[in-house]
T-cell receptor, first 115, second 111 residues
Framework: EAGVTQSPTHLIKTRGQQATLRCSPI?????VYWYQQALGLGLQFLLW???????NRGNFPPRFSGRQFPNYSSELNVNALELEDSALYLC??????????????FGDGTRLSIL | QKEVEQDPGPLSVPEGAIVSLNCTYS??????FMWYRQYSRKGPELLMY????GNKEDGRFTAQVDKSSKYISLFIRDSQPSDSATYLC???????????FGGGTRVLVKP
């Protein structure tokens, strides 16, 4: 069974540009989560999508946004990139989570570097 | 103060030794507890997922949860060089799906 897949593996951008990161969940999983792992800050929750809807977001500015498609894959968009956005962006997926507690399984991430 | 505290290490042990890792937390609303292993340039891999206080064993791994003390532990028996990685504890409240992570402990198992 294929795990969570993310693309691209590495993305290099300059300040002010926009970045798009993609995630395909494990087959059968309908919930997708995005986390940021920045040096010195650890893993921080960004966004949660379930059945196409944004269910929760972490303490990040609105220039971090995303969406979930009908096939449950997801996209994270970061606008007006800043140097401190340089980090590993991790996507996780789980079985439907509302009303239950399902473990989250992670992909290997997209490393975003801002020059 | 962070909600979840974890010693960053590194923790260096000889092959075959028991690795002992722990996290403390401040928010009693956390009800679900996880341990992830993360190799360099890889994503976190789920090792253990627990709910209640007590012990849970899976192969060489044992997870302990003490909700009264707000303290969780992970023990790795018969450690191998392939266990060298960063170990992350994570916690979740009963409602919602946001995971709150500790900062991770780097473990080195020397042959």
């Amino acid at each position: 069974e294929a795990g969570v897949t993310q693309s691209p593996t590495h993305l290099i951008k300059t300040r002010g540009q926009q970045a798009t990161l993609r995630c395909s969940p494990i087959s059968g999983h309908t919930s997708v989560y995005w986390y940021q792992q920045a040096l010195g800050l650890g893993l921080q929750f960004l966004l949660w999508y379930d059945e196409g809807e944004e269910r929760n977001r972490g303490n990040f500015p609105p220039r971090f946004s995303g969406r979930q498609f009908p096939n449950y894959s997801s996209e994270l968009n970061v606008n007006a990139l800043e140097l401190e956005d340089s980090a590993l962006y991790l996507c996780a997926s789980s079985l439907r989570s509302r009303g239950s507690n399902q473990p989250q399984h992670f992909g290997d991430g997209t490393r975003l570097s801002i020059l | 103060q962070k909600e979840v505290e974890q010693d960053p290490g590194p923790l260096s042990v000889p092959e075959g030794a028991i690795v002992s890792l722990n996290c403390t937390y401040s928010n009693s609303a956390f009800q679900y507890f996880m341990w992830y292993r993360q190799y360099s340039r890889k994503g976190p891999e789920l090792l253990m997922y627990t709910y209640s206080s007590g012990n849970k064993e899976d192969g060489r791994f044992t997870a302990q949860v003490d909700k009264s003390s707000k303290y969780i532990s992970l023990f790795i028996r018969d450690s191998q060089p392939s266990d060298s990685a960063t170990y992350l504890c994570a916690m979740k409240k009963a409602a919602g799906n946001k995971l709150t992570f500790g900062g991770g402990t780097r473990v080195l198992v020397k042959p």
